[in-house]
């Protein structure tokens, strides 16, 4: 046989998809009765601001292999491709280049169309889309009227991060050390009127909902259950004396009350700029808030040293009357609470830096059984026997009886009531930059904020000469655009001329596959219930926040609007791991990127793809080798040369039994569907083959070895599709990709056992025979057995952690 060609190959496979729409899946006729298994299979879709790199090769990748087997399994399977196209990476792309952003989206859509199909990665491109085309951001601005006209979109002065140099507003996420992360500009502290949409309200059912998600990595969850940062506690009114008025503060302990020596505000509350007003000191103060408020959250939190500003003025503590300093201080957030605090010196580590540092009182008002206190140290391992002491009638009650007690006498005081709060804040969605899609509402100074009628949407993004930043919005440049009529009242109005965030685009896109080319809708109710939630949606850690946040949060106002059935759009998360080189992830910045193309040009797509799945658990981070790429089309080329022998060979008589050949192909049929379907693991059935192929290679005489040879080349498709048809072709078959999965035989499959390491919070406790290749349900009831492991278990449910057919941890 010839000698391998990869891109001979390559090209004429990619070709033959092309060319019979291998893997187009058209919609059902009647959704409802339709019975066939189905599986949605998505990666989060790529912005086009350059080309895609190896983050987007392993996501890929990833996808194409669970898509083939499932396609193979007899399933229905939708995956599609599109591209988040408007937003600041976009933008920023175009800026550079001094070209109109437009243009360069669309070249590099272009190209990474280019580079999809050079991979081989079986998309169904007749639902194609893109976030910038008229024909999809119509539906975004159509979704914004829906949630407008249902109070979940507003408008109001807030204060937000500004970046001088991209001139827009930021995200929390989107400044480290005061600095945009983009450009490295010092960020700026404004207030701008904004839009925004209700999350909060939706809050309790981001949270509860959670039961509903089938598979998310459990970090996942708890990145966004700390995000939303739910707290049960009090909401205490503390009086302040210059102004005459009360200001909340939200406290879990309310028990402390009495220990609350003075009063922090955030920098960017709303009352800092009054006492400015108000105080000989009042630039100062001015200065140090508008210092402060430019950092990100999470870092004035944590930071080591507080730093603060005495207002001048005081409040009221409302259980003793006492009369508190109010200070500004940057370890206050206005993202959690009221953006107020009671600060507790004696029973708060934070209040207590600040305290010992600006000389100010420190109360105990809880002590340990026995009356036990700290000296030179905050009081906080509290414990339920705790009781309370120098807090006038409520001394000597118990901590849990104090909080209901104090809770109740603020509430017949009119001075507090119990309260619920989350850090979670609504979601900001405008940006004063051109690449986005316009908002789709027009200012009258009669009638206010008015929505533009559906029939006369989209709402088109101008042209505009100029689309740089320049504190505005380039769109307001646009006179002729932006000067409109009130759809009310017939007169003089003017566009909004913010554009929306481009994580609203991305919030909904998985939607609008199920139905691209609908014109009077964005989908048709029943195709979406069809094939949503998402069964498998694969994307990095970073986007645990703010895109699945935001898509969960979207499709929850979509079914309370009647507009989509379900509550969350991905039943199944994978968070694939970082590809790192010289210790480094890859970055231009660091110079240690590898450009796919280079290495498709040099050794096939085929070799990539398996290099990229073979180079360690798909989760986890993995360091790029240099020549782990040219490893992999050696062992393409053995393979071509293998089953060669077999094609070359006559074809062999029908023969019955269980060579050992035979034997070792079922057994790698059944590791490589058991890794790929049941343990969602990558590595382990590349290595898998490859045993197969070395065993092919020993004995090419066996009765089984053609048999063995076209297993081989039926389970390395998923990982290497152009190769495996070629081969499959000349074996004298047609469509591998069409074939049914193999099946592995049972008689044929090996039951050894295997020693089961149990452990109890990390130690080991008892050792076990079992069965090889149980599953981890079965392997944890297995361990919870063990009289041996029951002696050391101090809890009821435990969490378990297995290494399957090796070891089973329960932690408590």
Request: aromatic share 10%; net charge negative.
């Amino acid at each position: 046989m010839d000698s391998y060609d990869p891109h001979a190959i390559e090209q004429k496979w990619q070709q033959v998809w092309d060319e019979t729409g291998a893997f187009a899946t058209p919609n059902p006729d009647d959704p409802a009765a339709d019975p066939d298994p189905k599986a949605y299979v998505l990666e989060m879709l790529p912005y086009p601001s350059g080309e895609l790199h190896m983050g987007h090769v392993l996501n890929y990748t990833l996808g194409d292999v669970v898509s083939h087997v499932r396609r193979r399994k007899g399933w229905s399977v939708l995956r599609p491709m599109g591209y988040d196209a408007f937003g600041l990476p976009a933008e920023n792309a175009a800026i550079r280049e001094g070209r109109d952003p437009r243009e360069v989206t669309e070249r590099n859509i272009a190209a990474i169309r280019e580079q999809i199909r050079r991979m081989g990665w079986s998309i169904d491109w007749t639902r194609e889309i893109s976030t910038h085309e008229p024909e999809y951001y119509r539906w975004t601005q159509w979704m914004f009227l829906k949630l407008f006209a249902a109070g979940l979109a507003y408008r109001k002065a807030a204060p937000v991060k500004w970046c001088p140099n991209d001139q827009t507003v930021l995200a929390n996420e989107q400044v480290i050390d005061g600095r945009c992360e983009r450009c490295g500009a010092e960020v700026e502290a404004r207030n701008l009127e904004q839009w925004l949409f209700r999350i909060t309200d939706y809050a309790d059912r981001l949270l509860d909902d959670m039961t509903l998600l089938e598979s998310w990595p459990e970090r996942v969850l708890t990145m966004q259950r700390n995000w939303i940062g739910r707290s049960e506690g009090a909401e205490v009114s503390f009086h302040i004396e210059a102004f005459a008025e009360d200001v909340p503060v939200f406290t879990t302990r309310p028990d402390t009350l009495f220990g609350a020596t003075f009063f922090v505000l955030a920098p960017e509350h709303p009352l800092v700029e009054r006492f400015a007003e108000h105080s000989p000191e009042g630039e100062a103060l001015r200065a140090y808030a508008r210092h402060a408020a430019t950092r990100k959250s999470d870092e004035r939190a944590a930071a080591e040293e507080k730093t603060g500003v005495f207002t001048g003025f005081y409040a009221i503590n409302p259980v003793n009357d006492a009369r508190i300093p109010i200070w500004v201080a940057d370890y206050v957030l206005m993202d959690y609470g009221t953006g107020a605090i009671m600060a507790v010196p004696a029973h708060d580590e934070r209040d207590f830096s600040f305290a010992v540092r600006f000389g100010l009182p420190v109360v105990t008002v809880v002590a340990a059984p026995g009356g036990e206190t700290l000296e030179g140290a905050a009081y906080v391992s509290h414990s339920e026997e705790d009781v309370l002491v120098n807090s006038g009638p409520f001394t000597g009650l118990s901590s849990p009886a104090a909080r209901r007690a104090i809770v109740e006498w603020l509430a017949r005081q009119g001075r507090g009531s119990e309260a619920v709060s989350y850090r979670l804040r609504d979601w900001l969605l405008s940006r004063q930059r051109y690449w986005g899609c316009p908002i789709p509402i027009v200012h009258c100074a009669r009638c206010g904020a008015v929505a533009v009628p559906e029939a006369d949407l989209p709402v088109v993004l101008p042209e505009v000469d100029d689309y740089l930043p320049k504190g505005r919005s380039p769109l307001a440049a646009a006179e002729d655009w932006v000067a409109t009529v009130c759809p009310t009242c017939g007169g003089d109005a003017r566009r909004e001329t913010d554009t929306m965030d481009t994580f609203v685009d991305s919030s909904w896109y998985f939607l609008r596959y199920t139905d691209p080319h609908n014109e009077t809708a964005p989908f048709d109710r029943g195709l979406v219930d069809y094939w949503l939630p998402v069964n498998q949606y694969i994307g990095g850690i970073e986007h645990a926040i703010l895109h699945l946040m935001y898509a969960r949060f979207f499709t929850k106002a979509l079914h309370d609007l009647g507009l989509v059935g379900f509550r969350e759009p991905f039943a199944r998360l994978f968070n694939q791991g970082m590809i790192y080189r010289f210790g480094a992830k890859m970055s231009k910045s660091k110079g240690n990127v590898v450009a796919p193309d280079a290495l498709v040009e040099r050794f096939g797509a085929d070799a990539l793809r398996l290099y990229i799945l073979f180079m360690g658990p798909a989760d986890q981070d993995k360091e790029w080798q240099d020549t782990g790429v040219e490893g992999m089309w050696r062992f393409l080329a053995r393979l071509w040369r293998v089953v060669g022998e077999q094609i070359a060979r006559p074809l062999p008589a029908a023969t019955e039994g269980a060579t050992p050949l035979a034997r070792k192909a079922h057994e790698t049929i059944h590791k490589v569907s058991d890794d790929i379907e049941r343990r969602f693991v990558f590595n382990t059935p590349v290595a898998a083959v490859m045993e197969l192929v070395n065993e092919i290679s020993k004995t090419p005489g066996d009765a089984q070895a053609r048999f063995a040879a076209e297993t081989a080349v039926s389970l390395i498709q998923p990982y290497a599709p152009h190769i495996a048809e070629e081969l499959w072709s000349r074996l004298g078959h047609a469509r591998l990709w069409a074939e049914p999965w193999p099946r592995a035989e049972e008689s044929l499959l090996a039951h050894d056992t295997v020693e089961l390491v149990l452990q109890v919070n990390g130690k080991v406790r008892d050792r076990m025979t079992v069965a090889a290749g149980l599953s981890d349900e079965e392997l944890i009831v297995l361990a919870k057995s063990s009289p041996r492991v029951q002696a050391h278990l101090g809890c009821e449910q435990p969490r378990a952690f297995v290494v399957p057919d090796r070891l089973v941890n329960l932690v408590c």
